[in-house]
């Protein structure tokens, strides 16, 4: 595992977000480490998911700060957010059902339907790129296939691969285990580890407590829309808060 950098890469403050009557994000003040994999774990409907949303630009808070790399970015729309370095993947898998795998990865950094003609040099540096990260994620056999004829857990590595496409500095990944079968899963995890020995800051939002105690560096836990507890995996594992926030004991 990395050292914990002293460097931040994102960090909100005082984060608040209201739907109606229901408070999903309680003032949460978190900063996530450079170079580190860090997982937000909570149980359901403690606002990880709002989080993100905040944090990438999805949706606006209605309170507080975010920050990437010491730019405040509240607010700002999710592709200047991307183009900042901060990349993310959905809970419900966003790609193209009836595209195939390769121009799934492709539309990630041009229009879909853009005829390469006049952009000849960047399409094939494009294309060797998108090639290149379908292989890493080892699904370079599926480029031709249609991503709805893809099993669930491919789709996700195919969402990641189009994710990477824009090269991320901090990856955020919403629930990358869910649905997915343990062999797959074992890819998932290890490319995490690849992918940020390489450099890559990960966030990981996730339910598998395997899959968070063997990938991740630091781990802050929410609990009705705030940090309840933060620190390694041997820390957490017997944190008495989160104990009482997941069974309620
Ligand atoms: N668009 C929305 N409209 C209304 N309520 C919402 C909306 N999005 C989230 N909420 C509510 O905000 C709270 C936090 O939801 P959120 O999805 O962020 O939690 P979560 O920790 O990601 O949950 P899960 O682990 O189940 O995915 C919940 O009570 C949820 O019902």
């Known amino acids: 595992m990395s050292e914990r950098s002293e460097v931040p890469s994102l960090a909100t403050d005082g984060l608040t977000k209201a739907f109606g009557g229901v408070v999903a994000l309680d003032g949460a003040t978190v900063e996530f480490r450079h170079g580190q994999v860090n997982a937000l774990i909570g149980p359901n ?4 998911t709002t989080f993100f949303n905040c944090v990438t630009g999805m949706i ?3 309170g507080g700060q975010v920050t990437y790399q010491g730019r405040d970015i ?21 790609v193209f059902p009836r595209m195939t795998a390769l121009d799934n990865v492709l539309a990630a950094v041009r229009p879909v339907g853009l005829t390469g003609l006049l952009r000849g ?22 480029a031709d296939v ?3 004829n893809m099993s669930w857990g491919q789709q996700k590595l195919l969402e990641l691969a189009g994710v990477l496409m824009s090269d991320p500095e ?7 285990a869910g649905g997915v079968n343990p062999a797959l899963l074992d890819r998932i995890g290890t490319l ?5 020995a390489e450099g890559r800051t990960f966030v990981i939002v996730e339910h598998n407590m395997d899959l968070v105690m063997s990938v991740s560096d630091h781990i802050v836990v929410f609990d009705r829309g705030r940090p309840i507890a933060e620190g390694p995996p041997s820390l957490i594992r017997s944190d008495e ?3 009482g926030a997941y069974l309620g004991v």
């Open 170 to 176: 901090t990856v955020l990944l919403d629930e990358p």
């Open 241 to 243: 808060r989160v104990l």
């Open 121 to 142: 040099a960047h399409v094939r540096a494009d294309l060797d790129r998108a090639r290149g990260w379908l292989t890493r994620l080892g699904i370079e056999h599926l």
């Open 192 to 196: 995490v580890r690849e992918l940020n």
């Open 45 to 48: 409907g403690s606002g990880k």
């Open 74 to 94: 509240t607010g700002a729309a999710p592709h200047r957010i991307v183009r900042a370095g901060l990349g993310r993947t959905f809970q419900l898998c966003r």
């Open 60 to 62: 606006r808070p209605d």
């Open 146 to 148: 249609e991503a709805r």
